[in-house]
T-cell receptor
Framework: DAKTTQPPSMDCAEGRAANLPCNHSTISGNEYVYWYRQIHSQGPQYIIHGLKNNETNEMASLIITEDRKSSTLILPHATLRDTAVYYCIGNNYGQNFVFGPGTRLSVLP | NAGVTQTPKFRILKIGQSMTLQCTQDMNHNYMYWYRQDPGMGLKLIYYSVGAGITDKGEVPNGYNVSRSTTEDFPLRLELAAPSQTSVYFC????????????FGPGTRLTVL
């Protein structure tokens, strides 16, 4: 598994875009970048994943650098309900997910 | 569809007692997982299963046992509970392993006193 590094915490104003960075400089060519979030001790929730190309869904956008050594999760219009711990995971087929400590995002009113 | 359900939601055990945490899924997924999460930490994998009858150890299996007799159920057994097993336990499922999205249950909060 690629080791990922995330800032321990971030703040974002409500209604603004939240940009959560993740470094995964050791990621291999077959490893996907996954993002999950965990709201107040609930079970983690899948957000988005990608391999090389940028991805977008109804929850977020994922921007992966061309060298794939880092990525950014973008929540375009953060709300108070987006306050959570966000996990960035590099993973490959046949491997188990490894959850690090993640980034605690606080959306402020 | 209920997705992934876990029972009980909360439990307090005395040292040395045993219990089984239940996990059931109706997603027809082959892969199931048990994680534990200590306060302020990320999730750690205890055991996983790639299908009925097949289980394997994760990162922190000591003190736990699992079985997988059906696709739907993946119970986690604690024998001789210890304070170090105080944690929140999450069950998850996926259609495949590694690159497939995992779906998590709501968790069981266990305290061992």
């Amino acid at each position: 598994d690629a080791k990922t590094t995330q800032p321990p915490s971030m703040d974002c104003a409500e209604g603004r875009a939240a940009n959560l960075p993740c470094n995964h400089s050791t990621i291999s060519g077959n490893e996907y970048v996954y993002w999950y979030r965990q709201i107040h001790s609930q079970g983690p929730q899948y957000i988005i994943h990608g391999l090389k190309n940028n991805e977008t869904n109804e929850m977020a956008s994922l921007i992966i650098t061309e060298d794939r050594k880092s990525s950014t999760l973008i929540l375009p219009h953060a709300t108070l309900r987006d306050t959570a711990v966000y996990y960035c995971i590099g993973n490959n087929y046949g491997q188990n997910f490894v959850f690090g400590p993640g980034t605690r995002l606080s959306v402020l009113p | 569809n209920a997705g992934v359900t876990q029972t009980p939601k909360f439990r307090i055990l005395k040292i040395g007692q045993s219990m089984t945490l239940q996990c059931t899924q109706d997603m027809n997924h082959n892969y199931m997982y048990w994680y534990r999460q200590d306060p302020g930490m990320g999730l750690k994998l205890i055991y996983y299963s790639v299908g009925a009858g097949i289980t394997d150890k994760g990162e922190v299996p000591n003190g736990y046992n699992v079985s997988r007799s059906t696709t739907e159920d993946f119970p986690l057994r604690l024998e001789l509970a210890a304070p170090s097993q105080t944690s929140v336990y999450f069950c998850a499922t996926s259609g495949g392993r590694g690159t497939d999205t995992q779906y998590f249950g709501p968790g069981t909060r266990l305290t061992v006193l």
